[in-house]
């Protein structure tokens, strides 16, 4: 009679276990997806509809001779997230997202936690920088290894911009959101802030790119200058009204709501 029972060293573990295969190259595509759905489902589970996203250095920071601009992200995100706090709706509006290390990126994460609200931080693995800052909603704190997917969400959830003075990173951001938004590749209408403007008109000569030809006179529009968290906040607001807000459901402001840390 033959044997039914294999001999042991012929058992293999499903595809799905085999952390091999995962990490290897045939696998790559597996792993961009689950970037993809991973986050999604937090995002769903969290009722997060959109976001605004907070772009900046990482070595910005608290006690440095920039602090201002540390002090001023995390001001603009309470304001943003103590207002988003008056829309009745089922789900999150308006939620400070950002890249989830430290510099620009923590003081944003910290102004939004100081309204007591939920906040999203898309870290990524860099060789010396970054881990996650502390003031990230655990729920909606994301490690990623491939900066095209972390793009995405960037990108996808956003209806809102603001840009502090950065390095690479930061300008590698500001242009991809700029050339989509030119470009008419995103389906809305985002608002994109640039806070400083006597660095970013130092950093980067949008005029000298009209003067050449570089650029359309009209795509000037696609941003606007904000040297104050409360003028930074006006801009917002007013864009955010006007193009994210649907005026057929209930996403208006109540007339008196006070944030409760309870809330689901």
Request: proline residues 7%.
């Amino acid at each position: 009679m033959p044997n039914p029972t294999p001999p042991q060293n012929n058992l293999r573990e499903v595809a799905y276990l085999n952390q091999k295969f995962l990490n290897s190259p045939d696998a790559r595509a597996l792993r961009i997806l689950a970037e993809f759905l991973e986050p999604l489902a937090h995002f769903r589970r969290e009722k997060i509809r959109d976001t605004v996203v907070f772009f900046g250095s990482a070595r910005l920071r608290e006690d440095g001779p920039l602090k201002q601009y540390y002090d001023d992200a995390r001001t603009l995100a309470r304001l943003v997230t103590e207002w988003s706090d008056q829309f009745v709706s089922s789900n999150h509006r308006f939620v400070v997202c950002t890249g989830g290390g430290p510099g620009i990126m923590e003081a944003a994460n910290r102004g939004a936690a100081d309204a007591n609200g939920q906040t999203i931080g898309l870290n990524i693995g860099l060789p010396f920088e970054q881990l996650p800052n502390p003031y990230i909603t655990p729920e909606l704190s994301f490690e990623f290894h491939y900066f095209f997917m972390r793009k995405f969400w960037f990108a996808y959830l956003a209806k809102a911009l603001v840009v502090f003075p950065g390095g690479f990173g930061t300008l590698d951001e500001l242009m991809e959101v700029l050339t989509l938004t030119q470009t008419q590749k995103l389906a809305k209408k985002m608002a994109i802030v640039l806070y400083g403007s006597s660095y970013w008109k130092e950093i980067v000569n949008f005029d000298a790119l009209v003067k050449h030809g570089m650029i359309s006179p009209e795509d000037l529009n696609l941003f606007q200058y904000a040297d104050d968290p409360q003028t930074a906040f006006e801009i917002l607001k007013t864009t955010l009204m006007a193009y994210a807000l649907q005026p057929d459901t209930q996403e208006t402001p109540a007339i008196s709501k006070s944030r409760n840390p309870q809330r689901p």
